[in-house]
């Protein structure tokens, strides 16, 4: 410096002990003008790289701008004018003799304005509203050039005048610029042309908000305050920021794992082919051995699998990277204020100390906490938004990998572990995130303290290291443990989700058979498990929370204790004590932190290989299935197929070679199991092609045999996502018979359809499966048995009208599997399968004369002879003149719609009319004109759109704060007492803690009056005795606590169960299941392990606070009058903070659920959604679905950001308030009294912060107890037994049945669906009940079984009035054989008798009688064979045998039949029938029919007909009257 200085003074000497500090003239003419433009030069390339990179686009020139620009240009010309004016002195005559430093500077200077001017510009042109660097710079040039400022005034007033008045003026000229600038620079720009902001109207305030908004998250308090005033809605949220949109962030991943896979799979391959020419290589020598080249086969088998996390890290490495630069920064500056505190005990202690330098360590703490804070946010902010942008994709990548993976794999993994894989592994990726940079920050965090402890106390530190260390094992172990417990914790509570799951859809068959106790012995079991285990976890944590909390303590009590004893000249004075504290509150951060990461880490490698396992699995290969347009007249050919359903199973199909000509009705008959539905999945490519090929032309369309529904409108499951046009609709709901169910709907077509369709019949939901086929126009339609759920009339009507030679469906190729006989005769070709081979093939004619299989399975069946010659003949008739019937359909839509423009087709529409005019064709014409007279008076009236009343209704959230009730219910569930006691010892523990620290500030205060040796027994011990009582009563609150919150756990399930089990049908009809399983599995866990440990954050955080400001108050009483304005600032932030957050949260927990129910509606129905092509629509769906879940997570995470800024400022208030009345009252104060405040006052910052955010959690938590109490008090049905009114243990002894004047309605408020009914049925008789869908038949019976109470009317069974008794006493005494046969996954003869009742003898008698024994016995586990979720393992056909089975076991002496025999061959329905016959002969048997056949001979048939009873007869006399019934047996050939 001696060579730029020239004469003058660098460093200063003695100018900081007197009471006017100054730097000197050398020092304030080059480093200070030197710093910002080091920086500036520094940071320059790196940001004009990064904005090369990132344009936002293009901000028109604004006066803001102009400005800045110009005086960025003055300010040049201002340092330039110095540089000349020392060239001007150089050259005066004599040369004044000029230090370098005087052409030096400004020359750096007015380089660095320049350069500031450039960036301006150049951030102006791409996109940069607000610059964070040029902010920066500006703040430190002003912050340099305050010390010239001050300095240059002092020493114009002490040498009365100003000598270089040129430099003085230039000097005060720059620092009013840079001033001016830095204040221009706080505001922001235009937002860029064309940008998001200016086309959305909700836009986040974050892109437009400036560097200092950014910073301390400013841009948030407009929703804080919004929130505040009235709870936020959906409206009221941002859009989502293009960058965080699954738009953007799925493709990103997948391609980094597509990368990956094709890596994997090359080296793979190279592996393969070095290995194979090693071995070849070395066995070819004398002396190579086979075992070496064994060894190396075997080797080669350890392929590399992709992995996962690479794909992860790049796709969202470099943002994170960002996050961990500004950790490192916070670290760094972590350990300046120990440093600052050290100065200003010894400030206190020396008394002759200037007072300036308290005040400036006042404010420098102040100022490095300040920047701490800002850092570690933004540093939050990044590992948030990545594990934001984690979670989307993990989301995305999950979903769209379900829809293509094979079905072996689904069977591998079940929805409910596909779901968790979407919630619980993705949430695990997105909180490992927040902590992941501790995996290095922490070590660096415990290198530095222990650095700065060791220059502090020397080797004694090393005792203090040893605990920590020690303590280091004992944390892991627990880590271990905890973890072990964890992962059987979540098995229990997969198992119970999944079982409770199951019992949820079918607890309309719990409720049938009264089998709820069983169930719920079930759940209470699993439950018991997990609460043990809970149990166990709650115990260790006690333990390591205890650790946890005498860490610090037991550290420095060892240190100290080494440390006076080691030397005898060793004191122990404030200094060191204090200083050393806050160092060990620093270490007590990471090495808590440290085996947390790790542990996370270790959960989120195993969510890792649960993700990976899954996206690895093998896909569905689009190549199964050859869709090429190839031009034969063959629309769907088979060559030699073998299918199975997984690649090491047994096939299923085997040999199997189809032709189906274009355009033609192909048949597909055989028995229950032999594979027709099989052969339907194959041509959908759904199964694994084991050899052979499949060739589809054109488009498919595929009815299930079960049919799919998703829970949206009625309309929009037929459309399926094809436009709407009004014409073709009208004809589609037509041909599907579905127009009169519209009337009978609430809301027409624009009914929402509930989960699974649980509003609709089972034959409207096969109809509405059968037009969204028909809707779609496709060349190929695969029905699988869309007839057997409808009555007999609606079959002939939809077979004559859809898929018949005559129907709309004609000249295209169908395939219909089916059982119904009464149609095979014409249709074009039938194809028989037998056991999984194609048994016969022709038409019915040829299969007939073949006298083959099929021609015994008809003449079983043959109902009558079906062929009357006449029917023949018409059917010829009618195939020669369907051609103008079928033009006309096609181009209706033109002759209603517009002026036919074309020439050819109006002539070719005038030839059809001439010919359909032709007069001796008059009932095609009459035919033709009905259509359209019909659709013409209808279209008007469905103009007019009704108001529609919403099925399910959308979940509630409670707005507002959570009641204080809410508080108390669960402290009641804990226990009233208990509660109090653990606040009390909470008291207790930090009461001790203040103590041992107050009494270490006497122990140092010793060190002053010289008598330390004498009492250093007596300080120690008493030390150590205040430390572990504390210690001590941590472990016994947390033991308390971890009773209390297992009581809590157990009761709040147990009402919950309670309830749902005595919960009526209706409520379960108009409730998602989705949203009562989140009851059970989000909220319990809330309440399991969430709530209790923020309960204990709480109360640890609020107590440390409290205690802090005691401290602070004692040492230094002027601080109460701080504490006022402080408190209210906090209790606002608090407030806004907790308002907003809430409700965000409730947002967020409320858009979540669609998308898993979303998600698990997929997985149900992907091979329908995979027929259509679908796929793109529903991933769009999804992420729209994920995106709208992230637009409210991303304001939360936001707030508490916000929060944090603004909670830890007045946290940092309080160490400058300390600092400055501990400096300001130095006299009075002993060193130890300062070190002690102010040590508490920087630990403060942390408790306010958790404090709020724990009172926030609190509130969102507790909300767990709220939704789960508001599901335990929902309305009850009946009770269960009414013990004094039990009916007889033989009760009903005839089974005689009566309903008077019976009237029922579904739910309050809706029409009744029967009305007034009155009949009197005896014991024994048959009865059939037949009627079209929602004439009210299924409901007839379910009032048999009180699932829907009377309205009015009662039902008498046997002289008991069921109305009167307990509904299992009922239920238990009637059997029904259920429309969809539901099984449960357990064994099978869990499936049949879950109460253990019966012997195995009678289960195999029941099962012999039902038929199913051979299939049974054919099973290595016989009996126990393991049904899997919903009975998938079986066919339908053999689930409604076991539901028989069930029948026969419980043989009471009523049984109803409701649509039993749907989904079964005639083999096995005449079966059915046959034991029905014989076994139930004495029994009363009410029959929902479809199938006339099966009731022509029963006693009497009843016919309802809009929920009235219409004919009540026997069979033969209905048929004689002509009435409904006589149309009915007309239709299906039996009259």
Same mark, same amino acid.
């Given at each position: 410096?001696?060579?730029?200085?020239?004469?003058?003074?660098?460093?200063? +000497?003695?100018?900081?002990? %007197?009471?006017?500090? =100054?730097?000197?003239?050398?020092?304030?003419? %080059?480093?200070?003008?030197?710093?910002?433009?080091?920086?500036?030069?520094?940071?320059?390339?790196?940001?004009?790289?990064?904005?090369? $990179?990132?344009?936002?686009?293009? &901000?028109?020139?604004? &006066?803001?701008?102009?400005?800045?620009?110009?005086?960025?240009?003055?300010?040049?010309?201002?340092? /330039? #004018?110095?540089?000349?004016?020392?060239?001007?002195?150089? +050259?005066?005559?004599?040369?004044?003799?000029?230090?370098?430093?005087?052409?030096?500077?400004?020359?750096?200077?007015?380089?660095?304005?320049?350069?500031?001017?450039?960036?301006?510009?150049? *951030? $102006?042109?791409?996109?940069?509203?607000?610059?964070?660097?040029?902010?920066?710079? /500006?703040?430190?040039?002003?912050?340099?050039?305050?010390?010239?400022?001050r300095s240059k005034i002092m020493h114009a007033n002490q040498e009365n005048g100003v000598n270089d008045k040129l430099r003085f003026t230039t000097f005060y000229i720059y620092f009013g610029l840079t001033l001016l600038e830095l204040i221009l620079s706080c505001f922001n720009e235009k937002p860029p042309l064309f940008s998001s902001v200016a086309t959305d109207p909700n836009v986040c305030p974050e892109t437009t908000a400036g560097f200092l908004s950014k910073m301390t998250f400013w841009w948030f308090t407009s929703m804080a305050i919004k929130g505040y005033k009235?709870?936020?809605?959906?409206?009221?949220?941002?859009?989502?920021?293009?960058?965080? %949109?699954?738009?953007?962030?799925?493709?990103?991943?997948?391609? *980094?794992?597509?990368?990956?896979?094709?890596?994997?799979?090359?080296?793979?391959?190279?592996?393969?082919?070095?290995?194979?020419?090693?071995?070849?290589? *070395?066995?070819?020598?004398v002396g190579g051995s086979p075992e070496e080249a064994e060894v190396l086969l075997s080797e080669r088998k350890e392929t590399r699998k992709p992995s996962f996390l690479r794909a992860l890290l790049r796709a969202f490495g470099p943002y994170f990277l960002i996050g961990s630069a500004f950790k490192l920064l916070q670290d760094l500056i972590t350990f300046v204020n120990p440093q600052l505190l050290r100065m200003l005990i010894d400030f206190t202690k020396e008394k002759d100390a200037p007072l300036w330098w308290g005040y400036a360590l006042a404010f420098l703490m102040f100022g490095t906490s300040l920047l701490q804070t800002l850092i570690l946010h933004q540093h939050f902010q990044y590992c948030f938004v990545t594990g934001m942008r984690l979670r989307s994709g993990i989301i995305g990548a999950i979903y769209r990998k379900s829809l293509v993976i094979t079905n072996e794999a689904k069977r591998s993994s079940t929805v409910g572990e596909v779901v968790n894989l979407m919630s619980v592994d993705a949430q695990r990726f997105m909180d490992l995130t927040t902590f992941l940079n501790m995996l290095w920050s922490a070590p660096l965090q415990i290198i530095l303290a222990l650095f700065f402890l060791w220059q502090n106390l020397g080797a004694s530190v090393l005792a203090g290291v040893a605990v920590m260390v020690l303590l280091i094992p004992l944390n892991a172990f627990i880590a271990m443990k905890t973890r072990t417990y964890q992962v059987e914790q979540m098995k229990h509570k997969d198992d119970r989700i999944k079982l409770m799951n199951e019992i949820l859809n079918g607890i309309k068959v719990l409720k049938l058979y009264a089998w709820e106790i069983s169930f719920k012995e079930k759940i209470l079991q699993i439950r018991q498990k997990e609460l043990n285990v809970l149990r166990k976890t709650a115990y260790l944590s006690a333990l390591s929370t205890m650790a946890w909390t005498s860490a610090p303590f037991l550290v420095a009590l060892t240190t100290f204790a080494v440390y006076v004893t080691v030397d005898k000249k060793n004191i122990l004075d404030a200094e060191r004590a204090f200083v050393s504290l806050s160092l060990f509150n620093i270490l007590r951060f990471p090495l808590n932190m440290l085996p947390q990461v790790i542990s996370s880490i270790v959960q989120a490698s195993v969510s890792l290989k649960r993700i990976q396992d899954f996206l690895s699995h093998p896909e569905l290969d689009p190549e199964n299935v050859d869709r090429r347009n190839n031009a034969s007249e063959y629309a769907?050919?088979?060559?030699?197929?073998?299918?199975?359903?997984?690649?090491?199973?047994?096939?299923?199909?085997?040999? @199997?070679?189809?032709?189906?000509?274009?355009?033609?009705?192909l048949a597909v008959v055989g028995h229950v199991g032999c594979g027709k539905t099989s052969l339907v999945s194959a041509l959908l490519g759904e199964m694994e092609k084991l050899e052979g090929q499949i060739s589809i032309r054109g488009s498919v369309a595929y009815v299930p045999q079960q049919a799919w529904i998703q829970n949206c409108t009625l309309r929009d499951n037929i459309l399926f996502g094809r436009p709407y046009v009004e014409q073709k609709y009208r004809c589609v709901l037509e041909a599907c018979a579905l127009t009169p169910d519209l009337e009978v709907l609430p809301g027409g077509d624009q009914t929402e359809i509930g989960e699974k369709g649980i509003n609709l019949s089972g034959g409207?939901?096969?109809?509405?499966?059968?037009?969204?086929?028909?809707?779609?126009?496709?060349?190929?339609?695969?029905?699988?048995?869309?007839?057997?759920?409808?009555?007999?009339?609606?079959?002939?009507?939809?077979?004559?009208?859809?898929?018949?030679?005559?129907?709309?469906?004609?000249g295209k190729t169908r395939i219909l599997v089916t059982h119904g006989i009464s149609f095979l005769p014409q249709v074009d070709n039938i194809l028989v399968l037998v056991d999984g081979r194609v048994s016969e093939m022709g038409s019915y004619q040829e299969l007939l004369k073949q006298n083959g299989a099929f021609a015994e399975f008809l003449r079983n069946y043959s109902l009558e002879d079906i062929i009357e010659d006449d029917e023949v003949t018409l059917s010829l008739v009618d195939e020669e003149e369907d051609f103008p019937d079928d033009a006309l359909s096609n181009h209706a839509d033109m002759v209603d719609n517009e002026p036919v423009v074309n020439e050819a087709r109006r002539q070719f529409m005038r030839q059809i009319s001439i010919m359909s005019n032709d007069p001796e064709n008059p009932k095609k014409m009459s035919r033709r004109r009905r259509c359209s007279e019909r659709k013409h008076s209808e279209l008007p009236v469905e103009k007019k759109e009704q108001k529609v009343e919403k099925l399910i209704q959308a979940e509630t959230t409670e707005t507002g704060r959570v009641k204080l009730k809410v508080y108390w219910e669960y402290m009641k569930a804990v226990g009233p007492l208990l509660s109090l006691f653990i606040c009390f010892l909470y008291g207790c523990q930090s009461a001790a803690a203040i103590g041992a620290n107050f009494w270490l500030s006497e122990w140092t205060n010793d060190a002053l009056q010289n008598r330390t040796r004498e009492k250093v027994e007596m300080r120690v011990g008493v030390y150590a005795a205040l430390g572990i009582s504390q210690g001590i009563l941590v472990m016994f609150s947390s033991f308390t606590l971890a009773l209390g919150k297992i009581q809590g756990s157990r009761k709040l399930h147990q009402a919950l169960l309670d309830n749902k089990f005595h919960t009526p049908q209706s409520f379960f009809d108009t409730t998602p299941i989705g949203r009562i399983i989140n009851r059970f599995s989000k909220d319990i866990y809330v309440i399991d392990e969430v709530l209790p440990s923020t309960v204990l954050m709480f109360l640890g955080t609020f107590f440390a606070s409290v205690s802090t400001m005691i401290v602070i108050i004692c040492s230094t009483p002027i601080f109460a009058l701080v504490i006022g304005p402080l408190a209210l600032i906090y209790f606002f932030v608090q407030r806004f903070y907790v308002a907003t957050s809430r409700q965000l949260k409730r947002l967020e927990s409320v858009s979540r659920s669609p998308i898993y129910s979303h998600f698990s509606e997929t997985i149900t129905g992907t091979s329908v959604i995979?027929?259509?092509?679908? +796929?793109?629509?529903?991933?769009?769906?999804?992420?729209?679905?994920? =995106? *709208?879940?992230?637009?409210?997570?991303?304001?939360? &995470?936001?707030?508490? $950001?916000?929060?944090?800024?603004?909670?830890?400022?007045?946290?940092?208030?309080?160490?400058?308030?300390?600092?400055?009345?501990?400096?300001?009252?130095?006299?009075?104060?002993?060193?130890?009294?300062?070190?002690?405040?102010?040590?508490?006052?920087?630990?403060?910052?942390?408790?306010?912060?958790?404090?709020?955010?724990?009172?926030?959690?609190?509130?969102?938590?507790?909300?767990?107890?709220?939704?789960?109490?508001?599901?335990?008090? #929902?309305?009850?049905?009946?009770?269960?037994?009414?013990?004094?009114?039990?009916?007889?243990?033989? /009760?009903?002894?005839?089974?005689?049945?009566?309903?008077?004047?019976?009237?029922?309605?579904?739910?309050?408020?809706?029409?009744?669906?029967?009305? +007034?009914?009155?009949?009197?049925?005896?014991?024994?008789?048959? @009865?059939?009940?037949?009627?079209?869908?929602?004439?009210?038949? %299924?409901?007839?019976?379910?009032?048999?079984?009180?699932?829907?109470?009377?309205?009015?009317?009662?039902?008498?069974?046997?002289?008991?009035?069921?109305?009167?008794?307990?509904?299992?006493?009922? $239920?238990?005494?009637?059997? @029904?054989?259920?429309?969809?046969?539901?099984?449960?996954?357990?064994?099978?003869?869990m499936n049949l008798d879950p109460f253990d009742k019966y012997s195995d003898e009678e289960l195999w008698k029941a099962l012999e009688q039902s038929h199913l024994k051979k299939f049974v016995s054919n099973q290595s586990a016989k009996l126990d064979l393991e049904c899997s979720e919903g009975g998938e393992n079986l066919s339908v056909g053999q689930r409604q045998l076991v539901c028989l089975a069930r029948a026969l076991l419980r043989k009471t002496r009523i049984l109803v039949l409701d649509e039993a025999t749907a989904a079964v061959d005639l083999e096995t329905d005449d079966l059915i029938q046959s034991t029905i016959r014989t076994q139930f002969e004495d029994c009363t048997v009410f029959t929902i029919a479809h199938r006339l056949n099966t009731i022509m001979d029963y006693t009497r048939v009843l016919v309802l007909d809009k929920g009235q009873i219409a004919e009540f007869d026997t069979p033969a006399n209905l048929i004689a009257q002509k009435g409904i019934f006589f149309g009915m047996a007309k239709d299906a050939g039996l009259a």
């Open positions: 410096m001696e060579h730029l200085c020239g004469q003058l003074p660098f460093w200063p +000497n003695l100018t900081l002990r %007197s009471d006017r500090p =100054d730097l000197p003239e050398c020092f304030q003419l %080059s480093v200070l003008p030197w710093a910002p433009c080091i920086y500036l030069w520094v940071v320059s390339p790196f940001y004009i790289l990064y904005l090369k $990179r990132n344009s936002r686009g293009y &901000i028109m020139m604004s &006066i803001l701008n102009r400005i800045k620009t110009v005086l960025g240009l003055i300010l040049w010309i201002v340092c /330039w #004018t110095d540089l000349f004016s020392s060239f001007h002195e150089m +050259n005066q005559n004599p040369p004044i003799p000029i230090a370098p430093i005087y052409f030096v500077t400004p020359l750096i200077v007015g380089m660095t304005m320049l350069l500031a001017t450039f960036l301006i510009q150049f *951030e $102006r042109l791409r996109g940069v509203q607000s610059s964070g660097v040029l902010f920066i710079f /500006w703040t430190i040039s002003v912050l340099c050039a305050i010390v010239p400022f009235s709870p936020l809605e959906n409206k009221d949220l941002w859009s989502l920021n293009k960058q965080d %949109s699954s738009e953007l962030v799925v493709p990103s991943l997948l391609n *980094e794992w597509e990368v990956e896979k094709s890596k994997a799979q090359s080296e793979q391959s190279v592996k393969e082919q070095a290995t194979f020419t090693k071995t070849g290589a *070395e066995t070819n020598h769907v050919t088979v060559v030699n197929g073998k299918f199975a359903w997984a690649k090491q199973d047994q096939p299923t199909l085997d040999n @199997i070679n189809v032709m189906v000509p274009q355009g033609s009705l409207q939901r096969q109809r509405v499966s059968l037009a969204r086929a028909l809707y779609s126009e496709s060349d190929v339609y695969l029905l699988d048995d869309p007839l057997s759920a409808v009555d007999a009339h609606v079959a002939k009507h939809i077979f004559d009208k859809v898929i018949g030679p005559e129907g709309v469906l004609k995979r027929a259509y092509g679908r +796929n793109a629509a529903f991933v769009l769906l999804s992420d729209m679905k994920v =995106d *709208e879940n992230q637009k409210s997570y991303y304001p939360g &995470i936001v707030s508490n $950001r916000w929060l944090g800024v603004r909670i830890e400022f007045i946290g940092n208030c309080i160490v400058l308030f300390a600092a400055l009345f501990a400096a300001v009252g130095r006299d009075k104060l002993s060193p130890g009294l300062v070190g002690l405040s102010v040590s508490y006052a920087l630990q403060v910052t942390m408790s306010l912060n958790w404090m709020v955010r724990m009172t926030s959690d609190l509130e969102s938590n507790i909300v767990a107890v709220e939704r789960v109490k508001e599901y335990s008090e #929902t309305q009850t049905e009946a009770p269960w037994v009414v013990q004094d009114k039990r009916p007889p243990p033989d /009760w009903p002894p005839e089974g005689n049945v009566e309903f008077v004047d019976y009237s029922v309605r579904y739910r309050e408020g809706l029409d009744l669906v029967l009305r +007034n009914i009155s009949l009197k049925v005896k014991g024994g008789e048959k @009865i059939g009940i037949v009627g079209r869908t929602g004439a009210g038949k %299924s409901s007839m019976t379910l009032c048999l079984f009180r699932l829907l109470e009377a309205a009015d009317g009662e039902i008498v069974i046997d002289e008991v009035k069921i109305s009167e008794i307990g509904l299992h006493d009922l $239920r238990s005494k009637l059997t @029904i054989i259920p429309q969809e046969p539901v099984l449960f996954s357990g064994s099978l003869r």
